[in-house]
Each structure stands twice: as structure tokens, then as C-alpha cells.
């Protein structure tokens, strides 16, 4: 797949060229951080799912002392890695679930690789948050598709 190149928040963004609908509204969600930033107690380490190609795992680097983003999408995945350099970021190709298993990805619209979402079965591994061990998680930040009560019974 083509890339296109995105300027947004002061810099360049590596994003699939078929995906003009969540390139064209995710900078716009920052709202959603500005909102839950003040409930935190501390900015130890923040669980971001649903990586995406790198928005809001790179926004939050700027926050917290350590990131872990898990992003299941191979297409996603590859331009999270590619936007995303910062050492406090942990990239996990990886979705989260209830429980250890494989899934696969589902495309409702080729037009918006924000709106895909995991299915049973499949190539694409699926873990728990509680698996990767984080002992001073301040945020659990899902955008996940619907799968959000499944990644929080993995927590």
C-alpha cells in the first residue's frame, strides 16, 4: 500500500493513502486526553490500544514516562513504527484481549483504518494487558472498536 505524507501537530506523518477518513479526524481527538489527563494521580506509564498509525501513542509520550500502544492492524502497525521514534514508547503488533488467542482484522471501509476491528481467529496475536506485567499503569486508553470490555477483563 502507498503512503501519503500528512503534516499535523508540527511534523510529518507516514499514513496509508486509502485511508482518508481517520487521517482527516484523529488530531481532532486529542480532546478525549485533554479531558482525562486531569482525573490522573501520577504519569508513570499509560496502555493505549488501538495505535493506530501513531497519534495517540506519540501525543502521550509526551506525557507519561513510558507507553506501551498495542495496534493489531500489519498496515497500521507498520506506519505506527515508521511515525513513532520516541524511546518512552513501547509498539506492540499485538491486540489485547480476555485472553491469549489469534485473531484477525475485519474492514467495514477501506477508506478509514480507524474503524476496522478484531475478530476471532486468525494470524494476529491477541494478549492481555495483565501479560506484559506494568505494575504503575496511571491510564488504560482503548480505542478498540467495541472491544474494549474484552481488553479490560485481560486487565
Do not use: H
Amino acid at each position: 500500500m502507498a503512503d501519503v505524507i500528512v503534516t499535523a501537530e508540527g511534523r510529518t506523518w507516514e499514513w496509508p493513502d486509502a485511508d482518508v477518513e481517520c487521517r482527516a479526524v484523529v488530531f481532532g481527538e486529542y480532546v478525549s486526553l485533554k479531558r482525562a489527563y486531569p482525573f490522573l494521580k501520577g504519569s508513570r506509564t499509560a496502555i493505549q490500544a488501538g495505535g493506530n498509525m501513531g497519534a495517540f501513542p506519540w501525543k502521550m509520550a509526551q506525557k507519561f514516562y513510558a507507553v506501551i500502544t498495542a495496534e493489531p492492524d500489519p498496515e497500521c502497525f507498520r506506519c505506527l513504527d515508521l511515525n513513532v521514534k520516541e524511546r518512552n514508547v513501547t509498539k506492540l503488533n499485538v491486540a489485547f484481549g480476555e485472553q491469549p488467542g489469534k485473531v484477525s482484522m475485519s474492514y467495514p471501509s477501506a477508506s478509514n483504518l480507524g474503524a476496522q476491528f478484531v475478530v476471532p481467529g486468525g494470524e494476529i496475536d491477541a494478549i492481555t494487558i495483565d501479560s506484559i506485567g506494568v505494575l504503575d499503569c496511571d491510564l488504560i486508553y482503548l480505542d478498540v472498536e467495541g472491544a474494549e470490555l474484552s481488553a479490560l477483563k485481560g486487565a
